[in-house]
Antibody
């Protein structure tokens, strides 16, 4: 069974960066991408980008282009999301998700709350 | 970018009643549509993909229908655990994947 376990909550000041991790298990990590999405308080879900576990290819939403970086560590089956130049509007729960052979988000991490506050 | 619009924003329903949620796409997505359920403090859970295929372990009281631009999620007889927010999401011409703004199903 696919499992995604994310790192803990973060509090950051405006202008700082945050790096969130997502440890994957239950499937061949290098065969699939890990996606990142976020959900601001009381809002819907927003896709941010992906990183492929094998070749490291990345793709980002234009909304976050220039501020977001996704990466992975194949030795530990961990994917990372880094978001820079944080502002208060980036306060949200950040989720990693697994798409697999379909194009829908079949499995999700538990979420990581990132709070941006001075 | 394809815009997904859900209606209504909130539904007040009594346990045991049936309910139908709507989702509209700004352009045709074929049957490339998924539905998710989200409870407070939890990650979304996949319910339906391909517009009408239930994900593993999803009870038969959940059913999806529709194609192109109009979709519905029906819950035939609401159980206490079904009160949650429901999101639709398309996966045609990605990226980006986009979601509707959600429909909250609350206890009447």
């Amino acid at each position: 069974q696919v499992q995604l376990v994310q790192s803990g909550a973060e509090v950051k000041k405006p202008g700082a960066s945050v790096k969130v991790s997502c440890k994957a298990s239950g499937y061949p990590f290098t065969n699939y991408a890990i996606h990142w999405l976020r959900q601001a308080p009381g809002q819907s879900l927003e896709w941010m980008g992906w990183v492929h576990g094998g070749n490291g290819n990345t793709r980002y939403s234009q909304t976050f282009q220039g501020r977001v970086t996704t990466s992975r560590d194949t030795s530990a089956n961990i994917a990372y999301l880094q978001l820079s130049s944080l502002r208060s509007e980036d306060t949200a729960v950040y989720f990693c998700a697994f798409v697999g052979d379909g194009s829908w988000f079949a499995f999700w991490g538990q979420g990581t709350l990132v709070t941006v506050s001075s | 970018e394809i815009v997904m619009t859900q209606s209504p924003a909130t539904l007040s329903v009594s346990p045991g009643e049936g309910v139908t949620l709507s989702c509209r796409a700004s352009q045709s997505v074929g049957r490339n549509l998924a539905w998710y359920q989200q409870k407070p403090g939890q990650a979304p859970r996949l319910l339906i993909y391909g517009a009408s295929t239930r994900a593993t372990g999803i009870p038969a009281r959940f059913s999806g229908s529709g194609s192109e631009t109009e979709f519905t999620l029906t819950i035939s007889s609401l159980q206490s655990e079904d009160f949650a927010v429901y999101y639709c999401q398309h996966y045609k011409n990605w990226p980006p994947w986009t979601f509707g703004q959600g429909t909250k199903v609350e206890i009447k």
